[in-house]
Nanobody, 111 residues
Framework: QVQLVESGGGLVQPGGSLRLSCAASGSIFNIYAVHWYRQAPGKQRDWVATISTGGMANYADSVKGRFTISRDSVKSTGYLQMNSLKPEDTAVYYC?????WGQGTQVTVSS
């Protein structure tokens, strides 16, 4: 059984930064790409970013240039560095590896 545990969310002012982590148990981390999604209240879950096993990253247009996705194969952990945060970034953020999802971590951007 694979478990994904997100952490690093919280309350931050506009323009601030947060780094989310997604720690994976089991031995699948190096096999699959890491994906981040987010879901704002009353909205659908949207894709944010993906990093392949080879380190190639792709981003949604709404976060390009502000967010950076990365992965540490030794620690079996994926990261999402979020800079220049805006109120519209407020959402629950989820990571995914293959069919496995984390429980989500709340990010709130507000003054």
């Amino acid at each position: 059984q694979v478990q994904l545990v997100e952490s690093g969310g919280g309350l931050v002012q506009p323009g601030g930064s947060l780094r989310l982590s997604c720690a994976a148990s089991g031995s699948i981390f190096n096999i699959y790409a890491v994906h981040w999604y987010r879901q704002a209240p009353g909205k659908q879950r949207d894709w944010v970013a993906t990093i392949s096993t080879g380190g190639m990253a792709n981003y949604a247009d709404s976060v390009k240039g502000r967010f950076t996705i990365s992965r540490d194969s030794v620690k079996s952990t994926g990261y999402l560095q979020m800079n220049s945060l805006k109120p519209e970034d407020t959402a629950v953020y989820y990571c995914r590896l293959s069919q496995f999802w984390g429980q989500g971590t709340q990010v709130t951007v507000s003054s």
